[in-house]
């Protein structure tokens, strides 16, 4: 497939498109250029003629674009570049494919839609089918975008995907998570002690290779997360008969 991925040139775009490139014709849209020889277009994900030079002849768009971090406050998402890019720039690239005749898309979405301090998400057992509750920016953001992904599947006939991820990471650095803010990678463990496998690269590109070529029409969202196998915690049995996908790296 011929596959846009908008924010292909941050942390979750670097990990993935190596993997995705290996099957598939890869371009990047974002405002700085990918790192490595990828075909790219510098522009914002917010401007309807950039998007619209990106998409052309494109089967299948990705958003992986994010809102800066504040330098000032600690790392904390800026506000307004929160709602700009993680909301704004969700809806612009999908009005953008379908008046492109790109009917395919993968949003790059987040396990922090649910919860908040202090029933931190990684105590807690998450249901795929269980209704989203985070009240922080991130999380807000995260669960607007999911609804202009369901709103625009249902207005346009779109075949639109939600990947919510949990700690992506390169392969070599799995099962530790790689967060560039972090000063070195981290093992996450919940307060038990139990290790937290991160998602490594090569999983989540499959899954969104998966999530590119899903058959069904309309809205879905699945969980994509490391192999944990201590127990139910985060369900990913709907990736598992949805999409084919499970977790290889282990
Ligand atoms: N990093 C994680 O651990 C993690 C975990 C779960 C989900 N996610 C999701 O992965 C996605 C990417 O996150 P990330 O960690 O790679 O963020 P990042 O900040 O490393 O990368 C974001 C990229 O988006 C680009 N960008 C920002 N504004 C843009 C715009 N207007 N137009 C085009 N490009 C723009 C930036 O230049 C950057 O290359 C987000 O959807 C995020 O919610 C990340």
Redesign the pocket.
């Known amino acids: 497939m011929r596959i846009l991925i908008?924010?292909g040139?941050?942390?979750?775009?670097t990990l993935m498109l190596p993997w995705l490139a290996a099957e598939h014709e890869i371009r990047v849209?974002?405002?700085?250029p990918p790192q490595g020889d990828y075909d790219h277009v510098v522009?914002?994900?917010?401007d309807p003629a950039a998007l619209a030079t990106a998409l052309e002849g494109m089967d299948a768009v990705v958003h992986?674009?994010?809102?800066?971090?504040s330098e000032a406050d600690k790392g904390q998402l800026d506000t307004t570049s929160a709602f700009?890019?993680?909301v704004a720039?969700v809806y612009a690239t999908l009005e953008a494919a379908h008046a492109a005749g790109v009917s395919r898309a993968v949003l790059?979405?987040?396990?922090?839609v649910f919860g908040n301090e202090p029933a931190h998400l990684i105590e807690r057992d998450v249901e795929e089918d269980a209704e989203p509750d985070a009240t922080n920016l991130y999380g807000v953001t995260?669960r607007l975008a999911e609804q202009v992904g369901r709103i625009a599947a249902d207005a346009h006939g779109m075949t639109v995907t939600v990947l919510r991820?949990?700690?992506?990471t390169p392969d070599e650095i799995w099962p530790r998570?790689a967060?560039?803010i972090l000063d070195e990678p981290v093992q996450i463990r919940r307060a038990d002690g139990t290790p937290v496998p991160a998602l490594a690269g090569s999983d989540l590109a499959a899954a969104v290779s998966a999530a590119a070529a899903r058959d069904s029409s309309g809205y879905d969202v699945f969980h994509i997360v490391g192999a944990d196998d201590s127990g139910p915690r985060w369900r990913t049995d709907k990736a598992r008969d949805g999409l084919g996908w499970v977790a290889r790296r282990r």
């Open positions: 908008v924010g040139s941050g942390y979750v775009g849209l974002d405002l700085v522009g914002s994900a917010t992986g674009a994010m809102g800066f971090r700009e890019v993680n720039s790059i979405g987040s396990l922090s995260k991820l949990a700690f992506p998570w967060l560039p």
